[in-house]
């Protein structure tokens, strides 16, 4: 059940697609064989507020930000965690090779009895994402 939530600043959406973007994020997570598709959720939010650095209103931002119950191997998350940024350093590439922009992603883990969850997505998808 992992959450993924991007955080970004406002002006990134001239020169990024966010939802092309979201859509990366979902498939490199599914591809990494760590989580199942059906408890993948990919999320974008632009801050209204941010300052970066020196103040210059033409630095961009976008964090990732991976919550996922707990239970999966160290090596498992730290694989999952290379391979995701990875593809999104790669989307990213050309907004960060033509302006001011900083990239990053942390993954961490949730504490399940503090994180109750209920879902019927499953009986909506195909079997073989089940």
Sequence with gaps: MP???IDYSPNLEARLDIAALCAVVA???????????????????????????????AHAFLDLSVRLRAGRTDAAKHAATQAIFAAI???????????????????????????PKASSIRQYLPKDLQ
């Excluded at 989580?35 to 632009?46: D, L, N, Y």
């Excluded at 790669?90 to 399940?112: K, N, T, Y």
């Design 3 to 5: 959450h993924f939530q």
């Design 27 to 57: 498939r490199a997570a599914a591809d990494t064989g760590v989580f199942p598709v059906a408890g993948i959720r990919v999320r974008a939010t632009a801050c209204t507020h941010a300052v970066m650095a020196d103040g210059n209103p």
């Design 89 to 115: 350093e790669a989307f990213c590439a050309p907004v960060m090779q033509s302006s001011s922009f900083m990239l990053s992603m942390e993954m961490r883990d949730i504490d399940p009895a503090l994180s």
